[in-house]
C-alpha cells in the first residue's frame, strides 16, 4: 500500500514538474524572439528623434536667415 502512495506522489510530482519545464521553454522562448524586436524599436525611436531634431534645427536656422534679413 505504502509503495502505491508513493508511487501516486511521484506520479504527480513528475507531471507538475513536466508542465513547469514546458511553460519555462515557453517562456525563454518568448524573451529570446521579443529581445530583437525591443532593439528595432529603440533604434527606431532613436531615428525618429534625430529626425524630428534636424527638421527643428532648419526651421530654427530658417527662422534665424529671416530675423537677420529684416
Known sequence: MDELVYLCIEFKINKQMKKLAT???????????????RKRIRRKKNADSIRVADSLAMVQAEQQELLTRC
Open 23 to 37: 511553460l519555462l521553454v515557453i517562456g525563454a522562448v518568448a524573451l529570446i524572439t521579443a529581445a530583437p524586436k
